[in-house]
Each structure stands twice: as C-alpha cells, then as structure tokens.
C-alpha cells in the first residue's frame, strides 16, 4: 500500500533530541542483544516435546537473525542520530554567542556550556553507549590553533569539489562503533564542519575571526579530557579555522602565548561552572 504523498507532506516532520535519540539506541541494542534471544529461548522451551513439532524449522520460521538485523540497523541510525543533533546543538551556541560577542578574544560562556554538553555526553555514552567504560584523561597542555596557508590544490575544480564530497561523506560514517573515540570523534568532527559552512556563508570582522580561534582551541584543549587522542580532530578544527581566516576582512592572528592565557583562564571558569553543580 501507497500513502499519497500531498497526505505525507503535511504531516509534521519527526523530531526528537539528541537524549531521546540516545534512549532509543539502547532499546534497540537491548531487543538485539538480549530480549529477541530470551524470547526465543522461552518459546523453545515452553515448546512441548513432540516429534510432530520440529523445532528447528520452527526457529528458522521466527526469522531471528532478520529481526536482530533491523534492530541493529535501528539502534546504529540512533546514535548517528545522536551524534548529529549534538554536534548541531553545540555548533548553534558557537554561532550565536561568539561569532557575536564583544571585542575582548575571550573565551565565550558559550564555549563552557559546549564541553559541559561534550561531558555529560561522555557519561551519558559510558552508561548506555561503550561497551568498555572510559575514564576521564587529564587535560594535559593548551592546543593552540594558527591559521596555515593553504597548500596549492592539485586538478581542476570538479577535482575539488569530489574531494570535498569524499569528505561530507566521512564526517559522520555508515556505521559508528561502540566505543568512546568513535562517538565524540564524530560529534566533534561534525561540530567542527557545521560551524564550518555557517562561517563560509558570513563575512568576518577580525575580532570575530579571533574569536573562533580562541574559542575553538578552548573546545579541542578540553577534548583532551574526553579523548585519548585529539591529532587528528585537530585537522578538522583547522580547516575551520583556515575557512574563518579566508572569510575575514583585514584578519589578524592571536599568538600561541595570548591564547594560552585566555584558554587557562576559561578552563579555571569551567572549574567553577562545574563546582555550583
């Protein structure tokens, strides 16, 4: 049967946060892992032993491993789910509070509310995510970020542009592992591109190109915390920031000491953030 498509355009759109989304993924891990087995375990045993009755077609009957199949298909479509509202929620605080805040370079208390966000996501993915649970790292330098000349290109545009496709495309994969890196890696990954685009369709003031510098080197110092290894998630918040520093008039840079400074001081703000909980 075929629902008519001027009846399913004006039906409201299925929306749902980034919380739900992760409740469904542990409902739908659960019913693969564990409750499809224990129902099927209780029928055979519940299943009178009689030759007439063969179990084993019975079971194939069932279609177990198809059911396993969709619900794992449902439970990795969740945390795909999860891991792009989050990014959402926190590249929109980044774009409303820093790109317009006042002229001081400082790191934003929005900036503090997006690793508080990153935190409770890290417990909350221990909890019903990881199947190995994962202690906080120790935050142990400040990153600093620098704008990089943009090495020269090779081939022609439609080159680019297949190249820049290839990379949408890994942003958020296929299918994301149960593990801690998997997950904030890609929620960070995919933070850093939608702020990315946000930036690429604005021009920049140099105060408000500093301010993406320093914030986002705020946010990456602090994945050090949740993260073992934050090299490669630094290329991403490159490109962020190469893109901010292509889209500014007149751009100036904060240099390494300058950001150090202001990134210890909103790491000092987050402890006290963290300590009126």
């Known amino acids: 049967m075929e629902l008519n498509a001027a009846l399913l355009s004006q039906l409201a759109p299925l929306s749902f946060s980034s919380r739900v989304a992760l409740c469904l993924f542990a409902s739908c891990r659960t019913l ?3 409750s499809v087995k224990n129902i099927v375990q209780t029928l055979i045993d519940y299943t009178p032993e009689d030759p007439s009755v063969d179990q084993e077609r ?9 059911i396993v199949h969709v619900t794992n298909d449902a439970a990795n479509a969740m945390l795909r789910c999860y891991c792009v509202d989050l990014a959402k929620q926190c590249a929109a605080l980044f774009m409303k509070e820093v790109m317009n805040g006042e002229v001081d370079g400082r790191v934003m208390d929005a900036s503090l509310r997006i690793v508080q966000l990153l935190y409770t996501a890290f417990m909350d993915c221990n909890d019903v995510v990881c199947d190995a649970v994962s202690a906080l790292q120790k935050v142990t330098e400040v990153v600093v970020l620098s704008h ?5 290109r090779e081939g022609d545009g439609r080159r680019q542009i297949g190249s820049d496709m290839t990379m949408r ?4 994969p296929t299918e994301l592992r149960s593990t801690m890196a998997d997950v904030l890696s890609c929620v960070l990954k995919c933070f850093a591109k939608n702020v990315g685009e946000e930036i690429r369709a604005n021009v920049l003031y140099d105060y408000q190109y500093r301010y993406v510098e320093v ?3 705020f946010i990456l110092t602090m994945t050090q915390g949740l993260l073992k290894e934050v090299s490669l998630l630094k290329e991403s918040f490159l490109d962020t920031v190469n ?3 292509d889209r500014c008039y007149e751009p100036t840079e904060v240099d390494g000491e300058s950001q150090k400074k202001e990134i210890e001081q909103g790491m000092e703000r987050f402890k006290e953030l963290v300590a009126e909980k």
Do not use: C, P
Not at 148 to 152: A, G, L, N, Q
């Open 148 to 152: 990089e000349d943009h090495k020269e």
């Open 169 to 172: 495309v890994k942003i958020v």
């Open 32 to 34: 693969s892992r564990q």
């Open 215 to 217: 914030n986002l080197a």
């Open 243 to 245: 893109s901010a520093f």
């Open 58 to 66: 019975l079971t194939l009957n069932m279609n177990i491993s198809g």
